[in-house]
């Protein structure tokens, strides 16, 4: 049989051609057949080594010979045909002429044969690097649809002239792309699939293979031509804002590029499985090969949000909280979970949303990329490090305020409340996000690439882990800071009442800190809320039970009553937090049931 292809590659007639095409790879499908049976039993390795050895010096002649004939077959009835670049440059949205729909007659059916040898060639191919894949231990190689790339490589070779020309206008390089992809999507469908499927390739769409390798194409000129480029000049000093602007805008212009080709396959049923569509649809698939690139990219986006927000913080609003759409809760009612979704409800101030949406904008800058583990990466890089600096904003807002026992203002309370609220606010969004299907999948791609610390449990389960911890400290430190000054200050004012049983004093103490409290839930978010007034609850009553009991004391019978009284003040002040206020001073309402006895 292989003594018989030089006779065969020199036939004039292609149906003779065909026809021994065919049969050769029946023969080499049978071998395969054959090696694949005795490889099961583990025996003969060098003979299947020869054999194979034979077999792809055979298929080394005979795929570039089939190409060839296709090539020739195509460039026989007009293809690639003109793609009108002027009409690009000039907006123009003409129709291009799609050569496939075309063909009649002989043409038709010379394509059609052609086809088939190609895609029973291809067939071949990917049926024997699948099992050295699986025996062997060799690269799997991606399988593309030959048929397909030979329409693309003379289209690739013409585009390529125009891209050269437009490499300070990459609009127009995607324009151009999306016009031929979109423009011969009909022909590819109507002529191609039936092909395709007439051959038995399965799991193979004529319409994905094509935007596929369009996509391709774009990808390959920006990764030779145009980041290498970039990415030298960004090492300049004096170059490096033109670098970050030409380099952002070109992302811009690759996601919008990327929405708009996967849009052409939204009626595919390889949308069932999203993640094999966007694996080789997306012209971000250059920073995955390139992390030095993705390094860049990450930098740039990083500096460019921070900067962003840093205009924000500028803004004397950036702090304030939209009154109009406040949500207060009746702590009264409220049960112990809250549920607590939009800013509003957080009470968090502008700033908070500001940051939330520059991250968010990041995050679907790198929505098309391709491999999981790259875009885990990407948001480590960006999304992370930028909530990290966000939580020192936070930090440094809140001791400006300058908190002291000798003197709460109310005005320094509301300022620790915003940093509290939107810490509160960003903590809940990150852990939502972390929920998302597609940060699980970047966590488990994260926790797959660190075996080792996976096994010895030092993986996380959220993808948000340590910035939501970050957060919540700072929640934690200032809510308890908080508590400390007023019980301070609550200490501080009823000195003279420990000594003197001066009911005037503790009631004005209680005025202070009812003051207090009415600011805090005005501007503090309700659950922080309901942590904080509890805990000056518990600090209160640990504190008025140890000045009350402190020594050998003895209360006559009109200062047991007055004691009475002023605890009932106390209640009064946390009767608007809770239905029963003396349920959570247990020390105060023992010691008001041994007066009562006693008394």
């Known amino acids: 049989m292989f003594a018989k292809f030089s006779t065969l590659l020199t036939s004039q007639d292609f149906g003779v051609k065909e026809e021994r095409l065919l049969k050769a790879i029946k023969a080499m499908n049978d071998i395969e057949e054959i090696?694949?049976?005795?490889?099961?039993?583990?025996?003969?390795?060098?003979?299947?080594?020869?054999?194979?050895?034979?077999?792809?010096?055979?298929?080394?002649?005979?795929?570039?010979?089939?190409?060839?004939?296709?090539?020739?077959?195509?460039?026989?009835?007009?293809?690639?045909?003109?793609?009108?670049?002027?009409?690009?440059?000039?907006?123009?949205?003409?129709?291009?002429?799609?050569?496939?729909?075309?063909?009649?007659?002989?043409?038709?059916?010379?394509?059609a044969q052609s086809f088939h040898v190609l895609c029973a060639l291809q067939q071949l191919h990917s049926r024997r690097e699948a099992r050295k894949f699986k025996t062997l231990g060799q690269k799997e190689c991606e399988i593309r649809l030959w048929a397909i790339d030979e329409l693309v490589s003379p289209l690739a070779v013409r585009m390529e002239y125009h891209f050269v020309k437009w490499a300070e206008q990459p609009e127009f390089m995607c324009a151009l792309v999306y016009r031929v992809t979109r423009d011969f999507m009909e022909g590819i469908s109507d002529?191609?699939?039936?092909?395709?499927?007439?051959?038995?390739?399965?799991?193979?769409?004529?319409?994905?293979?094509?935007?596929?390798?369009?996509?391709?194409?774009?990808?390959?000129?920006?990764?030779?031509?145009?980041?290498?480029?970039?990415?030298?000049?960004?090492?300049?000093?004096?170059?490096?804002?033109?670098?970050?602007?030409?380099?952002?805008?070109?992302?811009?212009?690759?996601?919008?590029?990327?929405?708009?080709m996967q849009s052409l396959l939204r009626y595919e049923t390889c949308l069932l499985f999203p993640d094999a569509q966007r694996r080789g649809i997306s012209v971000l698939i250059v920073f995955c090969d390139r992390p030095d690139w993705?390094?860049?990219?990450?930098?740039?986006?990083?500096?460019?949000?921070?900067?962003?927000?840093?205009?924000?913080l500028k803004d004397a609003k950036a702090w304030q909280i939209d009154d109009k759409h406040r949500v207060d809760f009746d702590v009264s009612t409220i049960c112990e979970t809250f549920l607590l979704s939009s800013r509003e409800a957080h009470k968090a101030p502008f700033v908070a949303e500001s940051a939330l949406k520059l991250a968010q904008e990041m995050i679907d800058r790198c929505q098309t990329l391709p491999v999981i583990l790259a875009r885990a990466k990407f948001v480590r890089s960006t999304v992370a490090r930028f909530f990290w600096y966000f939580s020192n904003v936070l930090l440094l807002h809140c001791r400006n305020?300058?908190?002291?026992?000798?003197?709460?203002?109310?005005?320094?309370?509301?300022?620790?409340?915003?940093?509290?609220?939107?810490?509160?606010?960003?903590?809940?969004?990150?852990?939502?996000?972390?929920?998302?299907?597609?940060?699980?999948?970047?966590?488990?791609?994260?926790?797959?690439?660190?075996?080792?610390?996976?096994?010895?449990?030092?993986?996380?389960?959220?993808?948000f882990e340590e910035e939501i911890k970050c957060l919540a400290?700072?929640?934690?430190?200032?809510?308890?800071?908080?508590?400390?000054?007023?019980?301070?200050?609550?200490?501080?004012?009823?000195l003279e009442y420990n000594h003197?049983?001066?009911?005037?004093?503790?009631?004005?103490?209680?005025?202070?800190?009812?003051?207090?409290?009415?600011?805090?839930?005005?501007?503090?978010?309700?659950?922080?809320?309901?942590?904080?007034?509890?805990?000056?609850?518990?600090?209160?009553?640990?504190?008025?039970?140890?000045?009350?009991?402190?020594?050998?004391?003895?209360?006559?019978?009109?200062?047991?009553?007055?004691?009475?009284?002023?605890?009932?003040?106390?209640?009064?002040?946390?009767?608007?937090?809770?239905?029963?206020?003396?349920?959570?001073?247990?020390?105060?309402?023992d010691i008001l049931k041994l007066l009562a006895m006693g008394g």
């Open 294 to 312: 993705l390094k860049i990219w990450a930098k740039m986006e990083l500096k460019d949000g921070w900067k962003k927000l840093k205009a924000v």
């Open 500 to 589: 003197t049983e001066d009911s005037n004093v503790f009631i004005e103490a209680l005025q202070s800190l009812k003051n207090q409290l009415n600011v805090l839930k005005k501007n503090l978010n309700g659950k922080d809320f309901l942590d904080l007034w509890r805990s000056v609850a518990d600090g209160l009553d640990h504190f008025i039970c140890g000045s009350t009991l402190g020594g050998d004391v003895k209360f006559s019978k009109k200062q047991s009553n007055e004691f009475g009284t002023d605890m009932q003040v106390l209640f009064l002040v946390f009767q608007p937090f809770c239905a029963r206020p003396e349920a959570f001073f247990p020390c105060i309402r």
């Open 401 to 463: 305020a300058e908190l002291s026992p000798e003197e709460v203002d109310g005005s320094l309370l509301v300022r620790a409340c915003e940093s509290i609220n939107a810490a509160r606010y960003v903590e809940s969004k990150l852990q939502e996000w972390s929920d998302d299907a597609s940060f699980l999948e970047m966590k488990i791609a994260e926790n797959n690439s660190n075996m080792e610390e996976q096994q010895q449990g030092f993986c996380d389960d959220c993808f």
């Open 35 to 111: 090696i694949v049976n005795v490889e099961k039993a583990q025996q003969w390795h060098h003979l299947l080594k020869s054999v194979d050895h034979r077999v792809d010096k055979t298929l080394a002649v005979l795929r570039p010979e089939t190409l060839a004939e296709h090539r020739a077959l195509l460039a026989s009835f007009g293809w690639p045909p003109k793609l009108l670049a002027s009409k690009v440059e000039s907006g123009g949205l003409s129709k291009l002429l799609n050569p496939l729909l075309l063909m009649h007659g002989d043409e038709k059916k010379s394509y």
């Open 473 to 494: 400290e700072l929640e934690t430190n200032w809510l308890m800071e908080i508590v400390a000054i007023l019980l301070c200050q609550f200490e501080n004012l009823t």
């Open 191 to 260: 002529i191609l699939q039936p092909l395709i499927d007439a051959a038995r390739l399965r799991s193979y769409s004529a319409n994905e293979a094509w935007v596929s390798a369009m996509v391709h194409i774009l990808s390959g000129f920006l990764t030779k031509n145009v980041f290498p480029a970039l990415a030298e000049r960004y090492k300049e000093k004096d170059m490096k804002l033109e670098v970050i602007s030409l380099w952002l805008h070109l992302v811009d212009l690759i996601v919008a590029f990327d929405k708009q």
